[in-house]
């Protein structure tokens, strides 16, 4: 199971402890290449025999594999670096999708009303409400999800149908946690989704690494 040409990865410079974001350029027989980080304050950090670790994302689950750089090249004059391609037996599944759960408070809004989400997955998503509803365990709904872009940063609108799975009062609070399961969310709506994950997930990382420093 390889990664995509075109495809979003997420690099772990091993020797730095340090991750950044790129896109695969190519993949040929014996080698992988990718883009120049979006980040480019990592460009330095990437260097001939440098050991990192390749994240990826392949239908419902997430991917790694370690890897070398070979060397930086061009193609077309565009900046590439050049990988050795792992085998097959040797990238593996380090999370399902179901469990790719990360908290994040989005814009979310059901019935014309503003909520926010506590948490979200590609499989559904929990958020807070107030006590005045009448929302119960089976009930369909649905709604649309706001969801950022990583190159402009603006939030995108992701309609989605949906089954409440839980309902939860929070008494001292005067509020209720209500769990939703998707259960109609177009393919490229899900890849979105997953990709704030991901993302969410890389930044909760950078804030730990930085608390043991």
């Known amino acids: 199971m390889y990664p995509k040409v075109g495809q979003n990865i997420e690099i772990l410079i091993k020797e730095h402890d340090h991750s950044c974001r790129s896109i695969i350029a190519e993949i040929g027989e014996h080698d ?34 370690k890897t070398e750089i070979i060397a930086k090249t061009k193609d077309e004059k565009i900046p590439l670096y050049r990988l050795i391609k792992p085998e097959q037996n040797d990238i593996v599944r380090i999370q399902r999708r179901e469990n ?33 509803h009448d929302l119960k365990i089976g009930d369909e709904i649905s709604g649309t999800l706001y969801i950022p872009n990583l190159q402009n940063k603006e939030n995108e609108p992701i309609a989605f149908s949906g089954i ?10 005067q509020r209720t946690n209500i ?3 998707f259960t109609q969310l177009m393919y490229r709506d899900q890849r979105k989704v997953i990709q704030h994950c991901f993302e969410k997930q890389r930044q909760m990382r950078l804030v730990e690494k930085g608390k043991r420093r």
């Open 179 to 181: 769990a939703v399961e």
């Open 100 to 132: 790719f759960r990360v908290n994040s408070h989005l814009r979310l809004v059901v019935d014309q009303k503003e909520l926010t989400t506590i948490n979200i997955s590609a499989g559904g998503l929990l958020y807070s409400n107030g006590i005045d």
């Open 32 to 65: 992988i290449l990718i883009a120049v980080p979006l980040n480019r304050n990592f460009i330095g950090m990437l260097t001939k025999g440098a050991e990192i670790d390749v994240l990826f994302l392949s239908e419902e689950n997430q991917y790694k594999f």
């Open 164 to 173: 409440i799975r839980r309902v939860s009062l929070i008494e001292k609070q």
